[in-house]
């Protein structure tokens, strides 16, 4: 649950800056390799569409 967390409360951060505005890097240190599901959750968070079952099968 610590993990998930982390993953959730880092893709609020990010689609927060991107929605004020703001350029994001986002990367990974610690070995868990956590960039793509904070950049994959946070275009979920931004993007209606990407809520939607054709817009979760985009590749």
Known sequence: MKHLH?????AYFVAKRLDEG????????DGWDRTAQV????QIILD???RTF???QVS
Do not use: M, R
Request: net charge negative; charged share 5%; hydrophobic share 50%.
């Open 6 to 10: 982390a993953i959730l409360e880092a």
């Open 22 to 29: 703001n350029s994001v890097l986002v990367h990974c240190s």
């Open 39 to 42: 950049c994959a959750l946070a």
């Open 48 to 50: 209606p569409y990407y």
């Open 54 to 56: 054709l817009g979760l």
